[in-house]
C-alpha cells in the first residue's frame, strides 16, 4: 500500500491512461477490452471471501449428501419428482415449488430494499466464480500491473505457457462446476463416472458441456458484462431502492476537491478534501466504475473500493470511511429508517409466505389419489342382480418409504354394496399403480339414476396418509 500511494504523485492523466473509466473505452462491451481487477484487502474482502468459500462448499458437497441411501437432493426434471431430503416433490406439488418461488423472490426483494444488491456482490454466483477465475488469473500472471505487461507484449514462451495454464486451470473448475451443478438433476455418483467412460446420456453430456462453456464464457470473458447488460435483476433492482437503502457511496462532500497531496500536508490550506485521487477504488472495481461519480447500476455493490479507500485513508492518516455501505439519507446528514412502507410490506408477505410454506409442507400428505369411472359402459346388471359400475384407481405412493394401503368405498343409504378389486396394495417409496375395480349395488338402494360414491385410501400404518375422493355411481 506504501507504493500505492505514492502512486498519486504521479500526474494523474498517466494513471487514467492505465485504466480507462468505462466511458473512455473504445468499446466497453467487448471482452478483450477487459478490466485489469487490482487485489484489494480488507475487512469487506475478507468477509466476501469467507462467505464465497462458505457458499461455494455447500454447493459442492450437498448433491453428495445421502439421505435413506439415497441422493440427499435429487431434482429429477425428466421423471418429475424432486427428492429435498426426507421429502420428494412431483408435479401436483407445484404450490409448494410456487410458494419456494416466492418466498426466495420476496426475501430479495426485501434485501435489496434494505442492503442495495448484496445479493450481486456477495453471493451471486456470476460474482463468486468471477472472483475465483480472477484469483486464478492473479496467481498464473501476476499482479494487475504485471497482467496488462503480459498482454501488451508479443506472444513468447513464458506468455505462453501462462496464458495456456490459466485457461487450463479455468476448463477445469469450469468442468467441476458443471458437473456438481448437472449432479443436482442427475445421478451425481453415477454421473462422474460414466461422464468420464462416455456413457452418460447424450442429455447429461450435453448439459455438462454447455454448463462448463456457460462457466468459462461467463466467469473467464464475460465478466462484468453480465451484471452490467445481461442480468435482468440489474435493471429492475434500482426499483426497489430509496434513500434509506445501504449502498456503497462517496462521500462527496468529505472527499472533494480531490487531488494529490502529499502525506504530512495541510489539506485545509491547499484547499482539498480527503480524495487523493490516486484512482484505486477504480483498479479494484470489478466494473470497472468510479464510484465517486455516483450511484450506478453498474455497481454491484461488492465494497472492494470501501477496503481499497479505507487503506488510502488510514495510510494517509484520516478517518475511513469516505467510501462506505451508507445510505443517501445518512450522506444527507438525516436519520436512515429501516420501518418504510417498502421494507415492511416486502416482510409482511415475505412472513405470510413463508407461514403459508411451512403449513403446506406440515399438511401435506404423500400420497395421491384419483379415481375415473370407465365412460364405455354406464353400468351393467351382474348376476345377483345387482347394479356394477367399474371405476380404475391410480394411486401414487409419493413418500420415500414403502407403504401398504387399504382401498374402501362407502355411499350415503347404501347397506349392500359390493367391491370386486384388490382391497389392499402395496407401492415401495415414489411407485405408483393403476387398480381397475367394480362396485355392485343392490337396486333396491338406489334411490336415483345418479348418486355419489366415496373411495378411500388409507396407508396400513399411518392412519394420517389418507385420501377420500368422490366419484358418480350411475343407474339410468
Ligand atoms: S475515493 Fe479513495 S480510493 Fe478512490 S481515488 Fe479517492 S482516495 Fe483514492
Ligand atoms: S463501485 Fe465499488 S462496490 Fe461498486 S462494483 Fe465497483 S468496487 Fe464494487
Not at 472492494?304 to 467510501?323: E, F, Q, S, T, W
Request: hydrophobic share 45%; charged share 20%.
Amino acid at each position: 500500500m506504501e507504493q500505492n500511494i505514492e502512486v498519486q504523485n504521479a500526474p494523474p492523466k498517466s494513471v487514467r491512461i492505465q485504466q480507462p473509466e468505462p466511458s473512455q473505452r473504445d468499446n466497453k462491451y467487448a471482452p478483450s477490452n477487459g478490466i485489469y481487477v487490482r487485489e484489494v484487502k480488507g475487512r469487506v474482502e475478507t468477509f466476501r471471501r469467507s462467505l464465497g468459500f462458505v457458499l461455494m462448499a455447500l454447493f459442492l458437497v450437498l448433491p453428495w449428501l445421502t439421505w435413506n441411501g439415497e441422493q440427499a437432493i435429487l431434482l429429477n426434471i425428466l421423471d418429475q419428482r424432486f427428492r429435498i431430503f426426507g421429502m420428494t416433490l412431483w408435479p401436483q406439488d407445484l404450490t409448494i415449488l410456487a410458494w419456494i418461488f416466492m418466498v426466495s423472490a420476496f426475501a430479495l426483494f426485501l434485501v435489496t430494499t434494505l442492503y442495495g444488491r448484496v445479493w450481486c456482490g456477495f453471493t451471486c454466483p456470476q460474482t463468486a466464480w468471477t472472483f475465483l477465475f480472477i484469483w486464478f488469473e492473479r496467481k498464473i500472471e501476476g499482479s494487475r500491473h504485471q497482467r496488462m505487461k503480459l498482454d501488451e507484449r508479443p506472444m513468447d514462451a513464458d506468455k505462453f505457457l501462462r496464458k495456456s495454464l490459466k485457461h487450463f486451470v479455468w476448463i477445469v473448475v469450469a468442468l467441476i462446476t458443471a458437473m456438481t451443478f448437472v449432479g443436482y438433476f442427475t445421478e451425481i455418483r453415477v454421473l462422474f463416472i460414466d461422464f468420464w467412460l462416455l456413457e452418460s446420456s447424450a442429455w447429461a453430456i450435453g448439459c455438462v458441456l454447455f454448463f462448463t462453456f456457460a462457466t468459462y464464457g461467463n466467469a473467464g470473458w464475460m465478466r462484468e458484462i453480465m451484471c452490467t447488460h445481461i442480468c435482468p435483476y440489474a435493471r429492475f433492482q434500482s426499483a426497489m431502492f430509496d434513500k434509506d437503502t445501504f449502498i456503497v457511496a462517496y462521500d462527496e462532500k468529505r472527499g472533494e476537491p480531490r487531488g494529490p497531496r502529499k502525506r504530512k500536508s495541510d489539506i485545509e490550506e491547499q484547499g482539498l478534501g480527503h480524495c487523493v485521487d490516486c484512482q484505486l477504488c477504480v483498479q479494484v472495481c470489478p466494473t470497472g466504475i468510479d464510484i465517486r461519480n455516483g450511484l450506478q447500476y453498474e455497481c454491484i455493490n461488492c465494497g472492494a473500493c470501501v477496503d481499497a479507500c479505507d487503506g488510502v485513508m488510514d495510510k494517509m492518516g484520516y478517518p475511513r470511511k469516505l467510501i462506505s455501505f451508507t445510505t443517501e439519507h445518512r450522506l444527507e446528514g438525516k436519520q436512515t429508517k429501516i420501518f418504510r412502507f417498502k421494507s415492511v410490506g416486502y416482510g409482511a408477505a415475505l412472513i405470510l409466505l413463508s407461514a403459508l410454506l411451512v403449513l403446506d409442507i406440515l399438511f401435506r400428505v404423500p400420497l395421491e389419489f384419483d379415481v375415473i369411472r370407465d365412460r364405455n359402459t354406464l353400468y351393467r346388471e351382474n348376476q345377483e342382480g345387482f347394479i356394477e359400475n367399474v371405476y380404475t384407481l391410480r394411486i401414487i405412493n409419493k413418500s420415500q418409504q414403502a407403504q401398504r394401503f387399504i382401498l374402501s368405498a362407502s355411499a350415503d343409504d347404501v347397506e349392500d354394496m359390493q367391491w370386486m378389486g384388490p382391497t389392499e396394495v402395496s407401492l415401495a417409496g415414489g411407485e405408483s399403480d393403476i387398480v381397475p375395480v367394480s362396485i355392485a349395488i343392490d337396486p333396491y338402494f338406489i334411490n336415483r339414476p345418479m348418486m355419489s360414491i366415496r373411495f378411500e385410501i388409507e396407508a396400513v400404518d399411518d392412519s394420517r396418509v389418507s385420501r377420500q375422493v368422490t366419484s358418480n355411481f350411475i343407474y339410468q
